[in-house]
């Protein structure tokens, strides 16, 4: 059963401190980008509220990392099944506030299942290691110990996927955490605090903190309780974030973005290619950091692909994405719609050729709403703007190549390095791909984007800074690692000066 606008419109959202739900003074509206329709109001926090959370967090960590790791999971396990309980009701309010189309928030919210599950999981491992001593008598090992309160700032293209891939880490691993959810998706983080709650996690150990990055995240990222940041967003504040960490000898892990290519080769199967790229590109309005947003095709194949490419765009039916039947929704606000259209223009005064859209779809139910037609650009170079910098939008650039080595030359050219697809049935160009590609995920015979929750999900270069969101690899960002020494010798023993 569909969900009505009206009962949204209800929620006035209150920041979440110390298990209480806490009001603030200035509030901002949140709005339905497919319609127009303001859905709740949102606190606009200020330091004040950093400086309470913080201070909650900090009390409450210090019991929690007392609690063995394996009774933590639970409330990681029993917040996995209230998800699973509410996954529709989740998904229609994510659909609401984000704009993406109902199977995909649905996705999303399944994201968020198998990541509670699987980091419930780590409660029972969290392992070090234990090795030799070079000395008789004497045990060593290493073991993984909380950082304290972890920071998070998350965007409002995956409001609960990318949350759960910080939250229950940082969680299961001994941490308290402040969350700064984005302000154009705030439902999300309501609902996921309230599950928290429900599921029994004790108070403070969870709190969420609405505003804007220039108030709450910077004073989030200042604050000297604060020991590690998880980010992700834009290039620019993460350059700025990882600075202000680095000077504070903070942990920071950030991802921001991409300019994901899908490389499309003489002898791929064409139909598969087309599908996986019109996935890639225009799911979720091609709003996702790993987004399709170049098609880098041989020449022999470029005509042909491209006319499948059209067919396919044709069919797909831009609105509400409460409407099941479709496939692409809403850009999220009116600045972030105007941004792709400038990009639009960018690219045809770069000389690049226009086969499909570039323009703001205004008829009929669309014009209240963000919409823009899906668009393609072919006869791109790989020097032109659309080709290099992140549109976040759905827009593909096409460039034709003539061999493998330049397709892959010029799928590493850009400054990014997050996600690639590849389509050949060469095996042999299949594990060169592999090698080669400069970019922390790799695609065979798909598009750029469907990560799986236990593997690690990050990039390279201007993508982040070397640390990965999910698998067991982002245990590493909530966590840090501790050399233990037993001597049971009975006597005093100098490693290094006493071994004979």
Same mark, same amino acid.
């Given at each position: 059963?569909?969900?009505?606008?009206?009962?949204?419109?209800?929620?006035?959202?209150?920041?979440?401190?110390?298990?209480?739900?806490?009001?603030?003074?200035?509030?901002?509206?949140?709005?339905?980008?497919?319609?127009?329709?303001?859905?709740?109001?949102?606190?606009?926090?200020?330091?004040?509220?950093?400086?309470?959370?913080?201070?909650?967090?900090?009390?409450?960590?210090?019991?929690?990392?007392?609690?063995?790791?394996?009774?933590?999971?639970?409330?990681?396990?029993?917040?996995?099944?209230?998800?699973?309980?509410?996954?529709?009701?989740?998904?229609?309010?994510?659909? +609401?506030?984000?704009?993406?189309?109902?199977?995909?928030?649905?996705?999303?919210?399944?994201?968020?299942?198998?990541?509670?599950?699987?980091?419930?999981?780590?409660?029972?491992?969290?392992?070090?290691?234990?090795?030799?001593?070079?000395?008789?008598?004497?045990?060593?090992?290493?073991?993984?110990?909380?950082?304290?309160?972890?920071?998070?700032?998350?965007?409002?293209?995956?409001?609960?996927?990318?949350?759960?891939?910080?939250?229950?880490?940082?969680?299961?691993?001994?941490?308290?955490?402040?969350?700064?959810?984005?302000?154009?998706?705030?439902? +999300?983080?309501?609902?996921?605090?309230?599950?928290?709650?429900?599921?029994?996690?004790?108070?403070?150990?969870?709190?969420?903190?609405?505003?804007?990055?220039?108030?709450?995240?910077?004073?989030?990222?200042?604050?000297?309780?604060?020991?590690?940041?998880?980010?992700?967003?834009?290039?620019?504040?993460?350059?700025?974030?990882?600075?202000?960490?680095?000077?504070?000898?903070?942990?920071?892990?950030?991802?921001?973005?991409?300019?994901?290519?899908?490389?499309?080769?003489?002898?791929?199967?064409?139909?598969?290619?087309?599908?996986?790229?019109?996935?890639?590109?225009?799911?979720?309005?091609?709003?996702?950091?790993?987004?399709?947003?170049?098609?880098?095709?041989?020449?022999?194949?470029?005509?042909?692909?491209?006319?499948?490419?059209?067919?396919?765009?044709?069919?797909?039916?831009?609105?509400?994405?409460?409407?099941?039947?479709?496939?692409?929704?809403?850009?999220?606000?009116?600045?972030?719609?105007?941004?792709?259209?400038?990009?639009?223009?960018?690219?045809?005064?770069?000389?690049?050729?226009?086969?499909?859209?570039?323009?703001?779809?205004?008829?009929?139910?669309?014009?209240?709403?963000?919409?823009?037609?899906?668009?393609?650009?072919?006869?791109?170079?790989?020097?032109?703007?659309?080709?290099?910098?992140?549109?976040?939008?759905?827009?593909?650039?096409?460039?034709?190549?003539?061999?493998?080595?330049?397709?892959?030359?010029?799928?590493?050219?850009?400054?990014?390095?997050?996600?690639?697809?590849?389509?050949?049935?060469?095996?042999?160009?299949?594990?060169?791909?592999?090698?080669?590609?400069?970019?922390?995920?790799?695609?065979?015979?798909?598009?750029?984007?469907?990560?799986?929750?236990?593997?690690?999900?990050?990039?390279?270069?201007?993508?982040?800074?070397?640390?990965?969101?999910?698998?067991?690899?982002?245990?590493?960002?909530?966590?840090?690692?501790?050399?233990?020494?037993?001597?049971?010798?009975?006597?005093?023993?100098?490693?290094?000066?006493?071994?004979?």
């Amino acid at each position: 059963m569909a969900m009505q606008a009206k009962s949204v419109e209800l929620f006035r959202l209150k920041n979440y401190i110390g298990g209480l739900w806490q009001e603030t003074e200035k509030t901002a509206e949140v709005i339905n980008p497919a319609n127009g329709e303001v859905i709740a109001t949102v606190p606009l926090s200020g330091k004040e509220e950093v400086e309470r959370a913080v201070r909650q967090a900090k009390s409450a960590q210090k019991k929690w990392a007392l609690v063995p790791a394996p009774r933590r999971a639970e409330v990681l396990y029993r917040t996995g099944v209230l998800l699973k309980e509410r996954k529709e009701q989740l998904a229609r309010l994510l659909t +609401m506030e984000n704009g993406k189309v109902l199977e995909e928030a649905r996705g999303e919210v399944q994201e968020a299942i198998d990541m509670a599950f699987y980091m419930a999981g780590e409660g029972r491992r969290l392992f070090g290691q234990t090795t030799p001593a070079e000395l008789p008598d004497k045990f060593a090992m290493s073991i993984r110990v909380p950082v304290g309160v972890v920071g998070i700032i998350t965007p409002w293209n995956f409001p609960i996927a990318i949350a759960s891939w910080k939250t229950f880490p940082a969680l299961v691993a001994g941490n308290s955490v402040v969350w700064k959810p984005a302000t154009e998706t705030p439902i +999300m983080a309501y609902e996921f605090a309230k599950i928290f709650e429900e599921a029994g996690l004790p108070p403070g150990v969870l709190n969420v903190v609405f505003g804007n990055g220039s108030t709450v995240g910077e004073a989030l990222v200042r604050h000297p309780d604060v020991r590690a940041i998880s980010f992700t967003g834009s290039n620019e504040i993460g350059r700025q974030i990882a600075a202000e960490c680095g000077r504070l000898l903070k942990k920071v892990s950030l991802e921001m973005g991409g300019k994901n290519a899908v490389i499309v080769l003489e002898d791929a199967d064409l139909d598969l290619a087309v599908d996986g790229i019109i996935w890639s590109a225009f799911g979720t309005s091609g709003q996702r950091c790993t987004a399709c947003s170049r098609v880098i095709v041989h020449r022999k194949v470029k005509e042909a692909l491209e006319e499948k490419l059209l067919m396919k765009i044709r069919e797909l039916r831009v609105g509400n994405g409460l409407d099941e039947t479709v496939k692409v929704g809403p850009i999220i606000n009116r600045s972030s719609l105007e941004k792709v259209h400038r990009y639009v223009e960018i690219g045809k005064g770069e000389g690049a050729k226009l086969l499909t859209g570039g323009h703001v779809l205004t008829e009929g139910k669309l014009r209240d709403g963000t919409f823009y037609a899906p668009t393609v650009f072919t006869d791109v170079h790989p020097h032109m703007r659309i080709a290099r910098e992140e549109i976040f939008g759905p827009v593909i650039s096409i460039l034709p190549v003539s061999s493998f080595e330049e397709a892959i030359e010029v799928n590493n050219s850009v400054s990014y390095g997050l996600s690639s697809g590849i389509f050949t049935k060469d095996v042999n160009r299949v594990f060169r791909a592999m090698r080669d590609i400069d970019t922390g995920i790799v695609y065979i015979n798909a598009g750029t984007i469907g990560a799986e929750i236990h593997l690690p999900f990050g990039g390279t270069k201007g993508t982040g800074n070397g640390h990965r969101d999910s698998g067991i690899q982002t245990l590493d960002v909530f966590t840090e690692w501790r050399a233990v020494y037993v001597d049971y010798s009975g006597k005093l023993q100098r490693a290094q000066i006493d071994i004979e």
